[in-house]
């Protein structure tokens, strides 16, 4: 026993001696460790760093004054005035390092990209390593646990961070955020930011709790909405809301998969922007209560999350798979709903046509849809709005039926109207259905929309080939639009290319087809005497005249097909043409295709359609035109949807 008590002596004296030795040499240690960074920075990326004063204070503290990095022939990058840092010791024993203090004061952030330099270019050198760890063969889920666990650890208990500064200037736009007070005490987190002197406060506040891996934060503005200004001024987005609060409620790694419990809310969230719609589109108020699993090769949000849009509750399943190849999936289903709450939870501005509109009965959305990169072709989309009862009480601000009886047309282009005319027996210009020859209408329907009189105004299989299709070529290629959605983005809405109007089309196709508020064959009537046919040519009365200085009942197959081939690309129809007004040589493919469409769908038999392509004699006005100047060489045969 008393060799034990002088072993321990002797080592407790051992353990003493070295924290003196390493106290003792610890400042010596860090000037050192100093240095070395200070040097390596230097060769790599360019950098002076510099540190007026470094030393210690106390056992775990570190303090740090007048520091500023400087890329070599750039502006300055960052500076700060006093920088403080305290550790617990016990966890270095295990070598894991616990902030118990962290305060920072008058430190400065400046981004710079002016004339193609940029300050901060050495940041992203390590961009194309990044891609490669994305694609090599990782656990994603070991990754984010350990991430997520190294940031919470490190989460200082006491935060104190005054008078710091980001600065953003490009060629453009500049911007600054001053970080008047962060706070973190007793797991309370305070913040307070003011945006480009004093445009703008902002508050982030909310409790911290890293051991026990949970947090609820929210983040407004004093006395006016959060604005971005410039997001606005560098994308065109316009973005404000009055507060976005978010919780997370459990972080569990177990059998190789993390889940992440939590909640996002936001209120009163306002979007501008060219390509989503032509209003400002406001959100009153969305939620989601989220579980996301990360995987070792996959990200997803679980089905049993819950979103919420107004009155309309939604159980969304996205997964994004990374190997051994990319595999998209996205589920959406919505609870059955009252239809007209259902209407109004829809974002103020984005379906201007059916605002004021009253309904009755239910309706659910439902969508399924899964995309295999290696195996495009195959993949699958499923969308249905499912009607419980549903009817329409009374239109919004359009009239879908006014199509119903003779009505004028306006067509537009970039915006301004060009030609008014009557669609209705009335009028010179209109053709009625049956004095339109089958080879048009059959022609027509092959090549747009060959189940048009059979389905409720949307072609899946349609859909699922321009998917496929856009996704290999990287590029939109190819539109799935029925003759009902172009019908009705003739009649109802603008031609300007945003979400909004693509999404509106959708909506506006289901109520028209599945409330049978207009009769398929009227519908195909119309469309054939509204739509473009070449510039300035609108209806197929025009049209005829314009291309073959004939009556649409007077229209040969070959005739037919030819304009049927001009539809998706108006305007250009000169393409089609050599310069002497003969059809081109490629041009044969496509009437053989379609003519032999034709004949197995039983729609022409075949003797019909023996030398219809040497059957096409343009005349007229469309002659002069051809003839005028020589034609350009790009193929119309690319649908623009």
């Not at 666990?149 to 490190?154: E, F, G, I, R």
């Not at 909405?225 to 809301?241: A, M």
């Not at 329907?445 to 070529?473: C, K, M, W």
Request: charged content about 20%.
């Amino acid at each position: 026993m008393k060799k034990l008590k002088i072993t321990l002596l002797v080592f407790l004296g051992l353990c003493l001696l070295s924290v003196g030795l390493a106290i003792g040499f610890r400042e010596r240690i860090m000037l050192a460790v100093i240095a070395k960074v200070v040097a390596t920075q230097k060769e790599r990326n360019k950098l002076t760093i510099s540190i007026k004063q470094a030393k210690f204070e106390g056992l775990g503290t570190v303090a740090l004054n007048e520091i500023t990095i400087v890329p070599d022939s750039l502006d300055t990058l960052f500076s700060v005035a006093h920088f403080k840092v305290r550790v617990n010791l016990l966890p270095i024993l295990i070598g894991r390092i616990k902030i118990a203090e962290l305060i920072v004061k008058g430190a400065n952030l400046q981004l710079v990209n002016l004339a193609g330099k940029r300050n901060f270019e050495f940041l992203l050198k390590n961009k194309k390593d990044t891609a490669k760890l994305v694609n090599s063969n990782i656990d994603l889920a070991h990754i984010a646990d350990n991430l997520i666990n190294d940031l919470l650890y490190k989460v200082p208990a006491r935060l104190d961070i005054q008078d710091c500064n980001l600065k953003v200037i490009d060629n453009r736009n500049q911007f600054t955020i001053a970080a008047k007070a962060i706070q973190i005490l007793n797991n309370r987190f305070y913040s307070t930011f003011i945006l480009n002197k004093n445009e703008s406060i902002w508050h982030a506040e909310g409790n911290v709790y890293p051991a026990s891996k949970k947090l609820n934060m929210q983040f407004y503005a004093e006395n006016k909405k959060v604005e971005l200004p410039y997001i606005e001024q560098k994308f065109g987005l316009k973005i404000n809301f009055d507060t976005v609060s978010t919780r997370m409620d459990a972080i569990d790694y177990q059998s190789g998969n993390l889940s992440i419990s939590g909640n996002w809310h936001i209120h009163n969230l306002l979007l501008k922007h060219t390509k989503l719609a032509q209003k400002e589109v406001i959100v009153p108020s969305a939620a989601i209560d989220c579980k996301m699993l990360i995987g070792e090769n996959f990200i997803s949000i679980d089905s049993s999350s819950i979103a919420t849009l107004g009155n309309i509750q939604i159980h969304p399943f996205v997964k994004y798979t990374i190997a051994p190849q990319k595999i998209y999936e996205l589920k959406i289903n919505t609870v059955k709903t009252d239809a007209q709450k259902f209407i109004n939870s829809f974002p103020v501005g984005l379906f201007e046509s059916i605002e004021g509109m009253k309904v009755a009965g239910q309706l659910s959305y439902h969508l399924n849809f899964y995309l295999d990169s290696k195996d495009p072709w195959h993949c699958k989309f499923d969308s249905k709005l499912a009607r419980d009862n549903f009817k329409i009480i009374q239109f919004g601000n359009v009239n879908f039926q006014k199509v119903n009886g003779s009505f004028i047309y306006t067509a537009f282009e970039g915006g301004r109207p060009v030609k008014s005319m009557i669609v209705g027996p009335e009028s010179f210009g209109f053709t009625p259905y049956a004095q339109i020859t089958d080879y048009l209408k059959n022609a027509l329907l092959t090549s747009e929309d060959p189940l048009f009189f059979s389905h409720r105004g949307f072609y899946e299989e349609a859909f699922r080939q321009s998917i496929a299709t856009n996704f290999v070529a990287g590029r939109f290629k190819r539109g799935g639009s029925t003759i009902s959605m172009q019908l009705v983005k003739n009649l109802f809405l603008t031609r300007n290319k945003t979400i909004a109007r693509k999404l509106e089309e959708v909506l506006i196709v289901w109520m028209i087809e599945n409330g049978r508020l207009i009769d398929k064959q009227r519908m195909f009537e119309v469309y054939l005497n509204i739509i473009e046919w070449g510039p300035n040519v609108y209806g197929i009365t025009d049209a005829a005249r314009f291309y073959f200085d004939k009556f649409p009942s007077e229209l040969n197959l070959g005739e037919s097909i030819f304009l049927a081939s001009i539809v998706p690309k108006p305007k250009r129809f000169k393409a089609s043409f050599l310069p002497d007004a003969e059809l081109k040589p490629y041009m044969h493919k496509y009437f053989k295709m379609i003519g032999g469409l034709m004949v197995r769908r039983g729609k022409v038999p075949a003797t019909d359609t023996i030398g219809i392509f040497n059957s096409v004699k343009v005349k007229g006005l469309a002659k002069s035109m051809i003839l005028a100047v020589d034609t350009i060489t790009t193929p119309i045969l690319e649908e623009d949807n």
